[in-house]
């Protein structure tokens, strides 16, 4: 699931919260709740039960969770009717098997980390993995996407959640570290095709019609096959959908030569 919102959808669900010092919030931070509201967005329409999200610190994780007390930052403001529980690596196990076990108990959960839920974690009613600003690293993408993947009772769908937001933010991050949005649905791609022979059929129509510069269409067409498309209210959907696609080929086509397919 890749979602787009804009500022002015952004503002609006802060101004019906209460929050009136929007002017003030600077663009990391409205990255951020951009994250927050459209993941809520997302988990509402595709009844989402059991959700593990990966942030690129253990504060950023700690503050969606809303344990350090900034509570318009927290994802439980949004969604008061979600569980949201928190692990890292410097809790105790006693601790780390308290809040799996609420975990498992509660209707709707979610579960903030860094990189604790990827190897020897067993949660097969995990039905999402969503990615807020993740570190490079296929292997640990691969790992986490496999949370979702796994058949659980009469399950038929498991997601993963990218949020999409404003160029210029990913601009100005550090490139050697993060990767942007389209990097990690390209990875999330190429992981689950690796299990998946479905996808992997898919994915080597992509392949083609990349390597051979086909119609633009043609590659949008090939892409719907495999990613699904959410927009706020303030989203053109096809401009958002058209750039969106363009960006994920641009991807593919540059990673050629460079490990991340062949």
């Known amino acids: 699931i890749s979602v787009g919102l804009t500022n002015a959808q ?13 002017d003030n919030i600077d663009n990391i931070r409205t990255h951020w709740l951009g994250n927050v509201l459209s993941f809520v967005q997302a988990a509402k329409k595709y009844n989402l039960k059991k959700t593990f999200i990966y ?14 007390g900034d509570t318009i930052a927290s994802i439980k403001y949004y969604f008061p009717e979600a569980e949201v529980f928190h692990v890292n690596g410097e809790m ?27 190897e020897g974690i067993d949660c097969p009613s995990v039905d999402c993995v969503a990615f807020f600003q993740p570190r490079k690293g ?12 796994r058949k659980h009772g009469s399950r038929k769908c498991g ?11 990913y601009n100005g991050q550090n490139e050697d ?12 791609i190429i992981a689950l095709a690796q299990h998946n022979d479905e996808l992997l059929e898919r994915l080597n129509v992509l392949y083609k019609l990349i390597s ?43 990673s050629r030569g460079k490990g991340t397919w062949q």
């Not at 105790?92 to 990827?118: G, P, Q, S, W, Y």
């Not at 296929?138 to 993947?149: K, N």
């Not at 997601?159 to 933010?169: R, T």
């Not at 989203?235 to 058209?242: D, G, L, P």
């Open 55 to 68: 942030c690129n610190s253990v504060p950023a994780a700690k503050k969606l969770a809303g344990l350090d």
């Open 159 to 169: 997601y993963v959640f990218v949020p999409i937001y404003d160029e210029d933010f």
């Open 212 to 254: 051979t510069e086909r119609p633009e269409g043609e590659t949008q067409r090939a892409l719907e096959d495999i990613i699904g498309i959410e927009a706020g209210h303030d989203v053109n959907y096809e401009e958002f959908k058209r750039s969106l696609y363009a960006k994920i080929a641009d991807i593919f086509r540059s």
């Open 92 to 118: 105790t196990a006693a601790e780390r098997k308290r809040e799996f076990d609420a975990f498992h108990k509660a209707d709707i959960a979610i579960m903030t980390n860094v990189k604790c839920l990827t």
């Open 10 to 22: 952004i503002n609006r669900e802060l101004m019906q919260r209460g929050v009136t010092d929007i």
């Open 177 to 188: 570290q993060y990767l942007s949005p389209y990097e990690v649905i390209r990875d999330v």
């Open 138 to 149: 296929v292997v640990e993408i691969t790992q986490a996407t496999g949370r979702a993947m």
